[in-house]
């Protein structure tokens, strides 16, 4: 086969910030240790913001692949490659200001880029792959980017002991995912997902089921370390609250979004076509009526966990961290009813509104923490009185956390309920109005401090110009999208055709 | 099913060939050397030198960053056999792409370079 004949154009984005990436930590090296960083963000913001010229330049094309399915270009890959985009183009500005000549922490500044790109690449090969080595090499670059980047502050104790914590167990985390593909492939022969997805169905025919079920929950488990729901939720509240604002940020949003792209494309594309034709209750697909059990099991598990543990946080990091396991339990709800018409595009509708909703609430946090020197939520108390705006757009980000009303969270957690409730699934549902009910309380204990409580300063806090930035583009993004949620369900499923995942071109 | 675990049948048989060669040699040696002990026979063999202390000893951190430098470029040189015999048929796009990888991996010695993992203080 002629390999020069394979399309090579359709990896544009990715070749752009593998590009970027090389370039910076070149400059990088051989610029005088005393000069400031802060322009490599600007380069590297360049970088993500032409490879997303270029994502959206391919998107709604026909589905390419290129090297045996290695690298796809399809809708999926598409919608997922924008998020990651979009929000590294925010974290960037974010960082810019994170790593001002204030911040003595961070020695590495040069690193603190291009591991977030290489971090980005690793993820958009997650997203747009379908070959199971591809797919586990993507994961594996975002997962090596961002332990460094947790442990980035050399010096600090925190850092040190979330960066040891996040090796250790995303290693593990590793070795189970890896063992879970082995029986796959070990019964197939292959890593093409298509051709997986072919031979699984008959080997579930032959007897063994067994395999299948043992590759398949050892899968669920070892990635749902990515996505951190139970049972590998653990590390999230330790790595978040030492981790640098910033890369928490990222943890939270694109780490997660990610492990989500990773966990859709597998499940969805190798378990699909198992059906088991021997039941009493007559032929059932094993993915949708069976195996879909124990993933609402994981979502629900998860919600209550995240949700009641957050309770009991005074670190702000740390609520956001059981926040965080919270919210990946209610996105989880849509893969329960896999093959819902309107799976693909509530599961983006929430993630988009995660994304921004998210990334706002951390540029608050790192500009009110960073200010009080302290993570403690008594942080903010009186912050209305020192910046009125700041607390509006706080009080906007975490009413849309909780799911109140006209803001992006509440359609998103409305349509995935909804959808719950249409495919009979009520005691998931239930589930998921009761924790959401709970989670008020801590969402609320910070809206009462910013308001009612008297702080230690009633000193105007000065917003930087890039953390505002990033701040009114959450609030634009949140409220935009909680106005008008028709226009981006429509936007998503008019111009991405998610369907052309399973086509083979 | 049959097939699947006739596969360990293999694995078993290696498993006790490996562990029957070590014994079966060192029996066989045991039997054939002449038996002639003293004691600068009985310590411990280190290359050559007079070995001193305990082997519980913390060594340099450098060394691990020497050892993984060190790996990178022998995985490298795996890489470059097998496209080297191959050459005539892969052609020129696939020495396009191993020059790009040899220029990454380069950029991650002048990264080693750079940042003085190579200078030995």
């Known amino acids: 086969m002629d390999i020069t004949a394979w399309n090579w154009e359709v990896m544009t984005p990715e070749f752009i910030i593998l590009g970027t990436a090389t370039i910076l930590s070149l400059i990088d090296l051989f610029m005088p240790d005393d000069r400031d960083r802060r322009f490599l963000g600007i380069l590297g913001l360049l970088g993500v913001i032409a490879a997303g010229f270029y994502v959206i330049k391919f998107a709604g094309a026909e589905p390419v692949q290129i090297m045996n399915d290695m690298f796809r270009l399809d809708s999926f890959g598409t919608a997922f490659k924008l998020i990651f985009l979009t929000g590294v183009a925010l974290l960037f500005i974010l960082s810019i200001q994170y790593l001002n000549r204030q911040n003595q922490e961070v020695q590495y500044r040069g690193e603190f880029f291009y591991l977030v790109l290489t971090a980005l690449l690793g993820m958009m090969i997650m997203a747009s792959s379908a070959d199971l080595i591809t797919l586990f090499v993507g994961l594996e670059v975002l997962s090596v980017s961002s332990y460094i980047l947790v442990g980035i502050r050399k010096k600090h104790l925190y850092s040190n002991e979330s960066a040891f914590k996040y090796v250790v167990s995303g290693a593990i985390a590793t070795a189970i995912t890896l063992y879970g593909m082995s029986f796959i492939y070990g019964i197939t022969g292959t890593t093409n997902l298509y051709d997986i997805a072919e031979r699984l169905a008959s080997a579930y025919q032959q007897g063994f089921s067994l395999m299948i079920y043992l590759g398949f929950f050892l899968m669920l488990v070892g990635l749902s370390f990515k996505i951190a729901v139970v049972p590998y939720h653990m590390w999230a509240p330790d790595v978040y609250q030492g981790a640098p604002t910033p890369v928490t940020a990222f943890l939270s949003v694109l780490s997660k979004a990610a492990g989500f792209a990773i966990i859709i494309r597998i499940f969805l594309s190798v378990f699909r076509s198992i059906v088991n034709y021997q039941s009493d209750a007559g032929s059932f697909y094993v993915l949708f009526q069976e195996l879909n059990l124990y993933i609402a099991i994981l979502a629900a598990a998860s919600m209550i966990i995240g949700n009641t543990l957050a309770l009991r946080q005074t670190n702000i990091k740390r609520l956001m961290a059981y926040s965080s396991i919270a919210q990946a339990g209610y996105i989880l709800v849509p893969l329960v009813t896999f093959w819902g018409i309107n799976f693909f595009s509530q599961t983006l509708f929430y993630l988009v509104a995660y994304l921004f909703m998210t990334l706002g609430a951390f540029a608050v946090i790192m500009v009110v923490t960073t200010d009080r020197g302290t993570e403690d939520i008594r942080s903010f108390a009186g912050l209305y009185h020192r910046s009125p705006f700041t607390a509006i757009a706080m009080t906007i980000f975490l009413l849309s956390l909780a799911g109140i009303p006209i803001t992006a969270g509440f359609f998103g957690k409305f349509y995935i309920f909804m959808s719950s409730v249409l495919y009979e699934n009520y005691w998931l549902a239930a589930v998921m109005m009761g924790t959401s009910i709970i989670s008020y309380i801590y969402y609320f204990g910070i809206i009462r401090q910013m308001y009612m409580r008297p702080g230690d300063t009633e000193a105007r806090l000065a917003v930087p110009l890039p953390a505002a930035f990033v701040i009114a583009v959450g609030v634009l993004g949140t409220v935009a999208v909680g106005l008008f949620p028709d226009l981006v369900l429509n936007y998503l499923n008019q111009n991405l055709q998610f369907t052309d995942m399973f086509a083979r071109p | ?121």
Do not use: H
């Open chain 2, 1 to 121: 099913m049959p097939l699947y675990t006739n596969n360990y049948v293999l694995v078993t048989i290696f498993l006790f060939l490996g562990i029957l060669l070590p014994v079966a040699a060192l029996t066989f040696g045991r039997f054939l050397r002449p038996n002639n002990l003293y004691p600068e026979k009985q310590t411990t063999y280190e290359s050559g030198v007079e070995p001193t202390g305990e082997s519980w000893i913390q060594f340099n951190v450098k060394y691990y960053i020497y050892a993984l430098l060190f790996v990178i470029f022998d995985v490298e040189t795996i890489f470059l056999y097998p496209w080297a015999v191959a050459y005539d048929k892969l052609g020129l796009f696939a020495l396009i792409e191993m020059l790009i990888f040899i220029v990454l991996l380069i950029i991650g010695l002048i990264y080693a370079w750079k940042k003085k993992v190579l200078e030995w203080k």
